[in-house]
């Protein structure tokens, strides 16, 4: 069972940075592949970054390819999504979410089996 709570979202202006963290609980955090999923208004819920277990490997989607940056500290339980030249289009819901095993690119949100409650982005143009 892992529980995951997200923060660092905010709002920013188009061009502009922002950190998002989400915290996990629970004792086989670095089992667990880790991935980002964001939600616009009126929009699926669609895959942004995923990074496997030991952090070694990660998959960015092509919308945030070069912008975007995952990461995590399996001392610390903690995943990260570094975002940087920021435009409107992001504006979204970002969730953080878990699966057990290897697999960290896979864009489907019904292979994760547990989800943070999200933390609000806007980029302002």
């Known amino acids: 069972q892992v529980q995951l709570v997200e923060s660092g979202g905010g709002l920013v202006q188009a061009g502009g940075s922002l950190r998002l963290s989400c915290a996990a609980s629970?004792?086989?955090?670095?089992?667990?592949?880790m991935a980002w999923f964001r939600q616009a208004p009126g929009k699926e819920r669609e895959f942004v970054a995923g990074?496997?277990?030991?952090?070694?490997?990660?998959y960015h989607a092509d919308s945030v390819k070069g912008r975007f940056t995952i990461s995590r500290d399996n001392t610390k339980k903690e995943v990260y999504l570094q975002m940087t030249s920021l435009k409107p289009e992001d504006t979204a819901v970002y969730f953080c979410?878990?699966?057990?095993?290897?697999?960290?690119?896979?864009?489907?949100?019904?292979?994760?089996?547990?989800w943070g409650q999200g933390t609000q982005v806007t980029v302002s143009s």
């Open positions: 979410a878990a699966r057990g095993g290897e697999i960290y690119y896979s864009a489907r949100r019904y292979d994760y089996a547990y």
């Open positions: 629970g004792r086989t955090f670095s089992s667990y592949a």
């Open positions: 990074i496997s277990p030991s952090g070694g490997s990660t």
